[in-house]
C-alpha cells in the first residue's frame, strides 16, 4: 500500500486513474476501483483485484519491456470500465433488439465471450486508429518530403513537428465537444484527488479543490513524450521507399513506449529542474485534456481513491 512519508510534499504514490462516463477508474498496486456517478445521483461502485501478468511472467515486468506490456494492459482495462459506465448512460432509451449475428455470438460465445470480443476490437481499433493518425500518416508525408528535401534528419525532424502538430489538433478538437469536456472533467478530478493524497492532506472536497489538475503522470504527458522521442529513435530509420520507412517506424513502436514509460516513471517520482524541463510541455497540454471539475465529480474521485487505498 501506498502510505504518505513523514514529508508529504516529497511523496510520490503510484496510483493512477481514468476518466469515465460520468465516473472515475482509480487503478492502484493491488486493486482498482470504479466508481460511477448514476443519474438517479448515487454511486455505483465496482472493485477488481489486479494480477499483473509480470507476476506468472516475470521477464514481462523488466525495465523497457513492462512499458509495452503495461500500456497494452491499461488500454484493455480502460475499455473495459468505459463499457462498464456507458451501460449506465444509454444513448437511446429504447431498447433495440439483437441481430442475428449478435444473438449467434452470444449464443456460441456466452455474454463473457461476447463482452472479450467487443474489448479486443475496440483495443485494437484503438490502438490501430491512434497508430494510423499520429505515426503511419506524418511518416508517409515524411517519406514524400524525401523527394524534395535531401537530408533525412531534416525531413525527419518536419516529420516529427507534423506528428505534434496533428496531436495538438486532435486534442482541441476533442476538448470542444460538449460530452468530452465533461470526461475531462472528471480527469482534473481524478488529477487534483491524487495530488491531495500525495500532500498527505485529508481527502475532503475542500482539500482537493485547492490542488492543481495538471500531474507529471498523466496519460496526455506520456504520449507527448512518445511524439517527442519518435523524432530521435525514428532518425535512425534510414531506409530508402516510403512503405518500408512506415514498416520500421511500426517495428520501433514497442522501444518506443518502453523508453517513455520509464521516462514518464521516473519524472512521477522525482522533482527536480531536470523533470520539472521534461514535464512542462506534457503539463501545459493537459489544459485540453483537464478540466475544472464541480464537487460531485470531486467527490467520486475521493470514492474511487479510498477503496483502492
Known amino acids: 500500500m501506498n502510505k504518505p512519508s513523514e514529508h508529504p510534499q516529497d511523496f510520490r504514490t503510484t496510483i493512477g486513474g481514468q476518466a469515465l462516463i460520468e465516473g472515475i477508474l482509480m487503478r492502484g498496486p493491488e486493486k482498482q476501483a470504479i466508481v460511477i456517478r448514476k443519474p438517479d ?16 511472467h516475470p521477464i514481462l515486468g523488466v525495465p523497457l519491456i513492462r512499458g509495452a506490456v503495461n500500456f497494452l494492459d491499461s488500454m484493455v482495462k480502460g475499455v473495459k470500465a468505459l463499457m462498464y459506465s456507458a451501460e449506465f448512460y444509454p444513448e437511446d432509451e429504447e431498447e433495440v433488439e439483437p441481430s442475428k449475428f449478435e444473438t449467434w455470438l452470444e449464443n456460441k460465445l456466452g455474454s463473457e465471450g461476447m463482452t472479450k470480443i467487443v474489448v479486443a476490437l475496440a483495443v485494437i481499433l484503438g490502438i490501430g ?3 494510423c493518425l499520429f505515426i ?3 511518416a508517409f508525408l515524411g517519406g514524400l518530403l524525401q523527394k524534395v528535401i535531401s537530408s533525412y534528419l531534416v525531413c525527419n525532424l518536419l516529420e516529427g513537428v507534423l506528428r505534434i502538430a496533428i496531436f495538438l489538433a486532435y486534442l482541441v478538437l476533442c476538448s470542444k465537444q460538449k460530452d468530452i469536456r465533461r470526461v475531462f472533467a472528471y480527469h482534473g478530478a481524478e ?25 507529471p503522470r498523466c496519460g496526455t504527458s506520456f504520449l507527448f513524450v512518445v511524439l517527442v522521442l519518435s523524432i530521435l529513435l525514428f532518425s535512425i530509420v534510414q531506409v530508402d521507399g516510403i512503405l518500408l520507412q512506415m514498416v520500421c517506424k511500426l517495428l520501433l513502436l514497442p522501444v518506443l513506449v518502453g523508453i517513455a514509460y520509464e521516462i514518464n516513471r521516473y519524472v512521477g517520482r522525482h522533482d527536480n529542474p531536470v523533470t520539472r524541463f521534461v514535464t512542462a510541455p506534457g503539463l501545459w497540454l493537459q489544459n485540453f485534456t483537464t478540466f475544472e471539475p464541480d464537487d460531485s465529480m470531486i467527490e467520486v474521485g475521493i470514492a474511487a481513491l479510498k477503496e483502492v487505498l
Open 129 to 131: 486508429f491512434s497508430v
Open 136 to 138: 503511419l500518416l506524418p
Open 41 to 56: 445521483g448515487e454511486l455505483e461502485t465496482k472493485i477488481e483485484e489486479l494480477h499483473l501478468i509480470k507476476e506468472r
Open 191 to 215: 488529477h487534483q484527488t491524487i495530488f491531495c493524497y500525495e500532500k498527505g492532506l485529508e481527502l475532503t472536497v475542500e482539500n482537493v479543490r485547492k490542488m492543481p489538475r495538471h500531474h
